[in-house]
Structure formats: structure tokens, C-alpha cells
């Protein structure tokens, strides 16, 4: 029945209820006009999207898709908030990553909207230690947080930021940020580990002098880089917040202290939802850990979103602040404590200050424009986004049971199950990837092969020999390359020839599509004028496939004693003799690019 709102107006009052079972029978009219027999449950299953780690979403989501109770913002599980005012008093922390000594940079990020600082400290990495004071000369230290990034220099980098706070007067009291220390996170980027025991002095100091600075940070960024699925990413942070809680209890801080000395790294990416689910699913989680060590109201996990290295893209970067802007909006609706957009050139070097600019105010939009902030989890009461939340947690709990099970977060590095899992999940991503299942706009889809390269200065080299840090355009990258030391060597791109057959409206569709996979590997079409004029050695042919059974045939023919080498045809695959190779939706694009790349000679 309907139910009537308090003023008795309800425009759907006049209307029956609408069933599940009339929506399905609806859904299965319109797949079987795409050629799929399906009914009921079947119809509505034909429109899920499965994602990683067993996970699938689901077309429509009802009060029937039930999930536990979020609770309350500020009260265990802390799923809608760690703090009950949320980040409605004045938005996120705009937290900026420097990893260069650069004070007028610094400032710059500081006088327009910055709120606090995040320093890659280590000498061959970023800051050095000595370069510290330099680096922060002219900033109210009592007004900006600092948080340090020094992997194994870290307990000198803490040493000099709380020397610094002396040395300028900060009360013990009013000094803020994170000393950043993180040895299973220097050991999953190195492979080399670090003695904890003075970082859990340092933690000490923290909790007895310093209420606002934090010794630890559980950065899960290295499992994300490496592949990882959003589960693998919370069950790595889980397992390492539990190896750090034993760590400092065992030094002698309760495990209130221990709560209050951590905090938690998460990517935020352009899946919008997932993202939001990530964040929510990791407050819960945590949550649960400190309830079972006997603290449950110091479970309220403090959380840094960073928009995701991963999806950052080296061609046509300037799509990098679409992904950002939906990464940044994700996180805060997510209820991240801190957000720091990675600038578009990222990926190119030490980003420019039109770049730091722009990913600053890409928070300064979304909290001070779009009010983003003003609502505390407005995601949460969705029945989508709660039951993704509850499957997500689910799923990272299991792994994490797993990484216990396997002896704990550094024994699960060392004995290289945890890397053996995530090059597992990163190596199903690649071939979705590889087939353009996962489109990555400017590189695998659109391309645009007379851009013109963005060039920065060459960023520090960032800490190895661990996990390695993958690219969701790795592949077509290094096709992109080949294509451009082609271009180098004889001042021509390598070239294919897409001959359309029949009226436009037989062939665009397909041109465009052969077009844009061609483009994707560095290969430049040509649509205008014949074979022979093209200058190229292959061709593709483009139109319907009912063109396709008249003339295929004769045209390859056709286009072979014209000197075509190879003959492609965009479809799928069928009985042409003559047709070499078929591209079509799905097909693996890599494969298919790098070999023609390799029969043109391009090395």
C-alpha cells in the first residue's frame, strides 16, 4: 500500500504498486530485444556488475537488500562518522603532498586553501632531514599540521619536526600532525624492515606531552599500488593497525593510547561508490578491533583519503582532474578526515603550481560551492551504498583473517603470499584492462594521438624494491612509446589504412571503433583516399555485417594486391577469406596492437 505523508499529498496516490516481478518482466522485454531469453531473477542478474573480490552489484536495490545498522556519527561502528559533527563545522583537512624543498611552494598551498602539509622526507626520496627547517621556513606550525613521510629516516624526521616545534615556540599542546611512522609500509614499498622500538617511544612522548600529534600512520597505499583489490587494501591496513596496536601496548600504552597514535591511508578512486563503501567498510572494521581489544569507543578510525596513483594516467593528463574530482567528492561523502587530490601531472614529475592549484581547489569547490561537507554521510540510508558497505567489510575481514592465519602482516610480506595475492588480482584487472572491459578515457578509449606532451621536471625517485606500484595505463603506455620512438626515428607515426564499405551509416560506427583501438596503440588511421595513398602497409575493413558478406572477400582481395601486408576486419570473427586478423568489443586490444606493431617493424 502507499503510505501518505503527513500533509496527505502524494502525487502517486492514484497509482497501484509497482511489483519486483513486473519490473523483471519489464527488463527481459528489453534484453530479449538484444537476443537474451532471460525471465525473472535471470532478467534482473543479466544486468549485475561483478567486481573484485567476489562482490557484484546488483541493478536495483530495494528495503528488501537489508544490511546491519550503520548506527550514528561519533558512536560505535563509527560506519557514518568518527566524530559526531562529522566534517560539517568547516569541511576535510586539505592536506598537500610536497615532495620537494620548496618553501614558496609550501605557502603558496598554505595562503589558498591548503589547511595542512604532508612531507616525503628521506635523501634520496624527497626532503632531507636537513632540509626540514628550510622546507617549512614561514609556516605557523601551530596553525598548519604537519605530517612526515621518511620510511627508515623517520625517527630523525620526527626528531627535527618536534625540535622545530621548540625551537618556534608551539606549545606541546597546540602542536598537530603525524610523525608518520610506518614500518610495515617502508618494508611493503622496500622490502627492507626497521626496528619499531623507537618509534614506540616516540609514541609515548606523543600520548603523554603532545595530545595532537600522532606517531603511527597505517598507510594501505603500497597494496592499493600493487594491484590490490579494495578489500585486499582494509584487510592489509587491519592486519598492519593490529600489528602496531600489539607493538605499543606491549610498550606500555594502553590500548586507548595505542587508538589514538594511529592513523589510517586509504586510496580514493573515480569509482565513486566503491570509494565511499571503502571508507565506510574500514571505520566499521576498525571499529570491531577495538571492541575486541576491550576499547570500543577508541575505535573511531582517523582517516587520510588520497586520490589514487594508480588511475593517474602519463597520456592526455589533463583527464586526470576528472578522476581526481570524482575521487575527491567520493572521499568526502565517504567521511574521510583528511583529502589530499594528487595534482593531474603527477605522474609526469614535480607538478607545477597550475597543477597544485587546481587540486587544492578541487576540495575548495566541493566543500565551499557544493556544500559537500554540510551533511554528515549523506550516502548513508541508500540501500545500495549500506549493502555495499556491509559486503565490503565482509569481504576485507576475511582477508584479513587470512593474513592472521599466515602469521601477520610482516610475516605475510616476507613469506610473499601477500604479494603472490595481489599480483593475482592486479593480473585478472590487466586482462579487463587489456580488453578495454575497464576503459581508461585518453589512453585505451579516445585517444588523442597529436597531443602535445606535458613535460615537468623529474620528481625524486620514490622508494623500491618491495610490492611494485602498477598503472592502470601501463600497457598502452608502452605502445604509446614505441609508437613515438617511431615517430622520432622516421618522422612518421606507424599507419593503417580503415577502408569503410557502403553508406556512412553502414560503416561509421565500426570506423570510429577501429579508429579508436588503432589510435590506442600509437597507430594512426587513415580514413581519406585509397589504399595506396594511405602510405600504410595494413588495412582494416569497416562496415556492417551484411556489407561484410558481399564484399569482404573481394575487397581484401582487392586490398592484397595493393600491397596490404595484413588485413583486419572490424567484427566478429567470421569465415572471410583473405581477413587476417578481427577486432571487436572484448577483443585483447594489447595483444592485438603489439603484434601489429611488431609485423610494422616498430620495436
Not at 600489539?246 to 587508538?259: I, M
Request: net charge negative.
Amino acid at each position: 500500500m502507499t503510505v501518505l505523508p503527513d500533509d496527505r499529498l502524494s502525487l502517486a496516490a492514484e497509482f497501484p504498486d509497482a511489483t519486483r516481478e513486473q519490473w523483471q518482466h519489464l527488463v527481459a522485454g528489453v534484453l530479449r530485444k538484444s537476443g537474451k531469453e532471460v525471465a525473472g531473477t535471470e532478467a534482473e542478474h543479466a544486468l549485475s556488475t561483478t567486481l573484485e573480490d567476489g562482490l557484484s552489484i546488483q541493478p536495483l536495490y530495494t528495503v528488501r537488500d537489508s544490511a546491519p545498522d550503520p548506527g550514528l556519527p561519533g558512536f560505535p561502528p563509527f560506519v557514518r562518522g568518527a566524530r559526531a559533527e562529522g566534517n560539517t563545522a568547516g569541511g576535510w583537512d586539505v592536506r598537500q603532498r610536497h615532495a620537494v624543498a620548496d618553501s614558496s611552494a609550501v605557502l603558496a598551498d598554505l595562503e589558498n586553501g591548503t589547511t595542512s602539509l604532508w612531507l616525503v622526507v628521506g635523501e634520496s626520496a624527497g626532503i632531507t632531514v636537513a632540509e626540514l627547517g628550510s622546507a617549512l621556513e614561514g609556516v605557523f606550525l601551530d596553525l598548519a599540521p604537519v605530517v612526515l613521510d621518511a620510511g627508515a629516516e623517520t625517527g630523525q624526521a620526527a626528531r627535527r619536526l618536534l625540535r622545530l616545534y621548540e625551537e618556534r615556540g608551539v606549545a606541546a599542546d597546540a602542536a598537530r600532525g603525524n610523525l608518520g611512522a610506518d614500518p610495515l609500509g617502508h618494508e611493503a614499498r622496500t622490502g627492507d624492515s626497521y626496528d619499531i622500538a623507537p618509534l614506540t617511544e616516540l609514541a609515548r612522548e606523543c600520548a603523554d606531552r603532545r595530545p595532537g600529534v600522532r606517531a603511527f600512520t597505517v598507510d594501505a597505499l603500497p597494496y592499493h599500488e600493487a594491484g590490490g583489490s579494495a578489500a585486499q587494501e582494509l584487510g592489509s591496513s587491519l592486519a598492519t593497525g593490529v600489528a602496531y596496536l600489539r607493538a605499543l601496548t606491549d610498550a606500555g600504552l594502553s590500548v586507548e593510547q595505542a587508538c589514538a597514535q594511529l592513523e589510517f591511508r586509504y586510496a580514493a578512486t573515480a569509482d565513486q561508490f566503491l570509494t565511499i563503501a571503502k571508507l565506510r567498510a574500514a571505520r566499521r572494521l576498525w571499529a570491531r578491533v577495538a571492541e575486541v581489544c576491550g576499547a570500543s569507543r577508541a575505535g573511531a578510525q582517523v582517516q587520510h583519503a588520497v586520490t589514487s596513483p594508480v588511475m593517474m594516467t602519463r597520456r592526455d593528463p589533463w583527464v586526470n582532474m576528472l578522476r581526481a574530482t570524482v575521487a575527491t567528492l567520493a572521499a568526502g561523502v565517504g567521511g574521510a578526515d583528511a583529502v589530499t587530490v594528487l595534482p593531474f601531472d603527477e605522474a609526469l614529475g614535480v607538478p607545477d603550481a597550475f597543477a597544485r592549484r587546481i587540486a587544492r581547489n578541487t576540495s575548495t569547490i566541493l566543500i565551499e560551492e557544493s556544500h559537500l561537507s554540510r551533511v554528515i554521510d549523506p550516502a548513508g540510508g541508500s540501500h545500495y551504498v549500506e549493502r555495499l558497505t556491509d559486503e565490503l567489510a565482509r569481504a576485507a575481514w576475511e582477508f584479513f583473517q587470512e593474513i592472521e592465519r599466515a602469521g601477520g602482516q610482516a610475516a605475510a610480506l616476507r613469506s610473499g603470499m601477500l604479494g603472490e595475492r595481489l599480483a593475482r588480482t592486479w593480473s585478472a584487472r590487466s586482462a579487463k584492462l587489456a580488453k578495454r572491459k575497464e576503459p581508461v578515457t585518453g589512453v585505451s578509449e579516445f585517444p588523442h594521438l597529436a597531443e602535445k606532451p606535458v613535460v615537468r621536471a623529474p620528481a625524486p625517485v620514490p622508494p623500491s624494491g618491495g610490492l611494485p606500484r602498477v598503472r592502470r595505463d601501463e600497457a598502452f603506455e608502452a605502445l604509446r612509446a614505441r609508437s613515438d620512438a617511431h615517430l622520432a626515428k622516421t618522422g612518421a607515426r606507424p599507419r593503417i589504412h580503415l577502408a569503410a564499405l557502403g553508406p556512412a551509416a553502414a560503416h561509421t560506427a565500426r570506423l570510429t571503433f577501429a579508429a579508436n583501438l588503432f589510435q590506442a596503440g600509437g597507430i594512426e588511421p587513415v580514413t581519406e583516399g585509397t589504399f595506396e595513398e594511405s602510405g600504410a602497409r595494413q588495412a582494416c575493413l569497416c562496415s556492417s555485417d551484411a556489407l561484410y558478406e558481399e564484399q569482404a572477400e573481394a575487397v581484401a582481395a582487392e586490398l592484397r594486391a595493393a600491397g596490404a601486408e595484413q588485413v583486419f576486419l572490424a567484427g566478429r570473427p567470421g569465415p572471410y577469406e583473405g581477413v587476417d586478423t578481427y577486432v571487436f568489443a572484448g577483443c585483447d586490444a594489447v595483444s592485438v596492437l603489439s603484434a601489429t606493431l611488431d609485423r610494422m617493424g616498430v620495436s
